[in-house]
């Protein structure tokens, strides 16, 4: 029975989100994505210089505890008044399932609801299977967005849910 808890990271935890990073990104992106992309991207937002400029510039992140193993990690960062926009949502591929994901979503909802805010939004690209389970907590569609990341395009939905 997993014993999950969340823990308020830091810049000393850049090491643990680029370990789950680099477990996440092939099994999640690798159908959708061109290991090209997937690369670039990853070197773009993942490299420890980015995180820790990330932190510092008003992303907080969360991480996910298994006992004391780091298994997932979110960020979120206020983007307006009342309204938080989840950056980052990530749990390791072996720990899918066993309802780690939903876990440390709440603790992101719970974060931003203490925090002042009343809607969070994210992210998805259109043909990333998590879409469904972010429609079972409650998120619902609200844009379609196109967005260039260097000489690449993430075709993303925009949700949303009120808290």
């Keep these: 029975m997993p014993a999950f808890s969340i823990k308020h990271a830091t810049v000393a935890d850049i090491p643990e989100i680029?370990?789950?990073?680099?477990?996440?990104?092939?099994?999640?992106?690798?159908?959708?994505?061109?290991?090209?992309?997937?690369?670039?991207?990853?070197?773009?937002?993942?490299?420890?210089?980015?995180l820790k400029e990330q932190m510092l510039t008003g992303q907080h992140f969360l991480m996910l505890l298994n006992g004391a193993n780091p298994e997932g990690f979110a960020s979120v960062a206020e983007e307006e008044p009342e309204k938080f926009k989840l950056h980052k949502i990530y749990v390791l591929p072996s720990t899918q399932g066993t309802g780690a994901g939903k876990f440390l979503l709440q603790a992101a909802e719970n974060y931003v609801s203490g925090a002042g805010g009343k809607v969070i939004a994210l992210n998805v690209n259109r043909y990333n299977k998590a879409k469904s389970f972010y429609e079972k907590q409650g998120y619902a569609i609200i844009a379609e967005k196109d967005i260039p990341i260097g000489p690449y395009w993430m075709n993303d939905f925009i949700l949303e849910k009120v808290l």
Excluded at 20 to 39: A, F, H, R, V
Aim: glycine share 4%.
């Design 18 to 50: 680029i370990a789950i990073q680099e477990k996440t990104w092939e099994p999640t992106y690798g159908e959708i994505l061109s290991k090209d992309q997937i690369d670039y991207m990853f070197n773009k937002i993942y490299s420890p210089e980015a």
